[in-house]
């Protein structure tokens, strides 16, 4: 395997180093190096380019598209850096990558180097931080001092079961199944025997339990092993236990017996029928189901759209949203990939909803059925959500 970067593409001086502009030679110039990998014997190759779209004639394409053929693995994000931050970074950057299912056996997701060890990051968010990578398929490559290592932190990087996952045949990483924010995640993905691997994350930095209740994965029962603490609880429907923060539950599931479908329906509601207000606008969308879409939401003129006439059974309602977010952040640049809204229903308080980025491309690239608890509906009659 090697690694072919794609610093200083254009010049050898400073301000060349490590661009993170689209660029339409990508393809062209991988290739290149692929096949001549390919001629001498040398069949792995990682694309090292940040994240970074390739441009065409049709928009953006994002790397876990366009390197699909002309190399093993492709990094999903630009580089990780010691804290937190970081990590969460790259974490709601590969949310979009892992619900692909593009990446598989050949062709894997690369979420840069583990940080466990390193400064500026709590033990518990280390040890989540290992989690999410061995589960997402990324290569588990260590970055510091190992003769420095706590037992500890040893332990984390030795866990066997992790790793089995990280290297289970089927190479399909967690997919993110529901968000909520501020509060917690929950991602899980298949194995190659049947099992399912489930993390869910604490988002709300304070020490708490956390749990896991399987109907939220469509299970009524299963045996779960968790995966920190190497114990099974047979038989079960439900798992929890007390974690720090940005700590997380790391379980396998197996003997599942799965639900039968909820026999839940939604109705599709187009937010370009909504009432728009303070700049918001509508435009147009290849991607999306009405062909449009509305923009503006927020920003400096808190553009808003008004839909009415909702109706639910329920006074807290899983919403699902269809929407786009490709406003990609790069290390050092602030963002931590996604964008936050401000939701109200029925005129109660604001609850504020984070959306992970969807990809690149800002009429295709549609994250569909995004779902988000909210609160405060009505079961009889009419509801506004703002």
């Known amino acids: 395997m090697i690694t072919d970067d794609n610093c200083y593409a254009d010049g050898p001086s400073a301000s060349q180093n490590a661009p993170k502009n689209s660029r339409t030679d990508f393809v062209t110039r ?9 001629r001498v014997g040398i069949t792995g190759m990682l694309v090292c380019q940040w994240g970074v779209p390739y441009s065409t004639t049709s928009g953006l394409e994002g ?21 937190w931050g970081n990590v969460y970074r790259i974490y709601n950057q590969a949310v979009h990558v892992a619900r692909s299912r593009l990446i598989g056996p050949g062709h894997i997701a690369d979420a840069d180097l583990l940080e466990v060890g390193n400064s500026g990051i709590t033990f518990d968010e280390q040890a989540t931080h290992f989690a999410t990578w061995a589960m997402l398929k990324s290569a588990l490559m ?14 984390v990087l030795q866990n066997k079961d992790l790793i089995a996952i990280n290297q289970d045949s089927a190479v399909k990483p967690i997919e993110l199944v529901q968000r909520w924010t501020s509060n917690r995640d929950l991602w899980a993905g298949d194995l190659a025997n049947g099992d399912i691997a489930v993390l869910v994350v604490d988002l709300s930095n304070v020490r708490r339990t956390l749990n896991l209740r399987l109907a939220e994965l469509g299970i009524t029962s299963a045996d779960i092993k968790d995966l920190w603490a190497s114990k099974i609880t047979e038989n079960t429907n439900s798992y929890s236990r007390q974690v720090n923060g940005h700590g997380s539950l790391a379980l396998r599931l197996s003997n ?14 187009s937010v370009s029928n909504g009432t728009l207000a303070s700049g918001a606008n509508i435009q147009l969308c290849a991607g999306c189901a009405s062909s449009t879409k509305v923009g503006n939401l927020g920003g400096a003129s808190n553009g808003s759209v008004t839909l009415s ?24 640049s602030g963002g931590n990939n996604e964008r936050l809204a401000s939701i109200r229903v029925n005129g109660g308080p604001a609850q504020v909803v984070s959306f992970p980025l969807s990809g690149y491309n800002w009429v ?23």
Not at 63 to 83: H, K, N, Q, V, Y
Not at 143 to 148: F, K, P
Not at 374 to 384: R, Y
Request: charged share 15%; proline share 4%; hydrophobic share 35%.
């Open 30 to 38: 991988f290739t290149t190096m692929w096949r001549e990998l390919q």
């Open 63 to 83: 790397p876990s598209e366009w390197t699909t053929g002309i190399s093993t693995s492709f990094r999903l994000s630009d580089d990780i850096a010691t804290g």
């Open 142 to 155: 260590i970055s510091t001092n190992v003769t420095a290592l706590s037992d500890e932190l040893v332990a």
């Open 256 to 269: 599942i017996h799965y639900a039968p479908p909820s026999g839940t329906e939604y109705e599709y509601y």
């Open 309 to 332: 006439n909702i109706l639910t059974s329920q006074l807290t309602q899983v919403v699902k949203f269809n929407y786009i977010n490709c406003e990609v952040g790069y290390l050092g």
């Open 364 to 386: 295709t690239d549609i994250y569909v059925g995004y779902g988000v608890e909210l609160s405060g509906f009505k079961t009889e009659g009419p509801n506004k959500i703002v």
